[in-house]
């Protein structure tokens, strides 16, 4: 069946501006996270949705990133004021529950100017 | 919070030889430890995954081990093939509480040589 995919595959976009990210995670799959990678490094975490509402955004570095899953299913994440420093692939990752098998997507490049 | 290493940073074998890759963790309440393999510019792909109440798994060529004692898990790929060649991660994460997001080691870059 298909997998996770994710809109847009880049995005580029300049310094204060406002962007938002898309996943749409395995039919059927509950759990949704969103994870930051940077050059050289390992996933981190930014935020986890049981259903529609965030149950763990903890990982979220500030309050100018936000998140929503309105129905269950796709997820936007939303950046605003963006600075060069957010510049990394974020990946956004679904499961069946929240302890099983997490299956990523191909990420989406964000590059701020 | 968990804190995951991983060690080598890169590894390079010959075609045919074994290649290992080790972590350790810090919250011995992390019980799911899960292995990415992830090409260039490629989304990270699950090859394999162990419980904590488990101590091997193995799937063919790829094989991990796990000791809660001393809190490292191992990944073990034999036979390698130039296919092979990614950076791999290995991550943790504590399954049952509130958490079930995975925390992840920075990586091996496996080159594997013809």
């Known amino acids: 069946g298909a997998g996770v995919s994710q809109t847009p595959s880049n995005k580029v976009t300049e310094k204060g501006k406002y962007v938002e990210l898309r996943c749409d995670p395995i039919?059927?799959?509950?759990?949704l996270y969103w994870y930051r990678q940077s050059l050289g490094q390992g996933p981190e975490f930014l935020i986890y949705?049981?259903?529609?509402?965030?149950?763990?955004d903890s990982g979220l570095p500030n309050d100018r990133f936000f998140a929503v899953r309105p129905e269950g299913s796709v997820s936007t994440l939303k950046i605003q004021r963006t600075e060069r420093g957010d510049s990394a692939v974020y990946l956004c990752?679904?499961?069946?529950?929240?302890?099983?098998?997490?299956?990523f997507g191909p990420g989406t490049r964000l590059t701020v100017l | 919070g968990e804190n995951v290493e991983q060690h080598p940073s890169t590894l390079s074998v010959q075609e045919g030889d074994s290649a290992v890759i080790k972590c350790t963790y810090s919250?011995?309440?992390?019980?799911?430890f899960p292995w990415y393999k992830q090409e260039l510019g490629k989304r990270p792909q699950l090859i394999i995954d162990?419980?904590?109440?488990?101590g091997e798994k193995k799937d063919q060529r790829i094989a991990v081990t796990l000791n809660k004692t001393a809190k490292h898990f191992s990944l073990h790929i034999t036979e390698t093939q130039p296919e092979d060649s990614a950076v791999y991660f290995c991550?943790?994460?504590?399954?049952?509480?509130?958490?079930?997001?995975?925390?992840f080691g920075k990586g091996t870059k496996l080159s594997v040589k013809p």
């Open positions: 919250d011995s309440a992390s019980n799911y």
């Open positions: 039919s059927g799959h509950t759990a």
């Open positions: 949705f049981q259903g529609t509402g965030a149950a763990d």
């Open positions: 990752a679904s499961s069946f529950y929240r302890e099983d098998r997490q299956f």
């Open positions: 162990i419980r904590s109440n488990v």
């Open positions: 991550a943790a994460s504590i399954n049952g509480g509130s958490q079930g997001n995975l925390i």
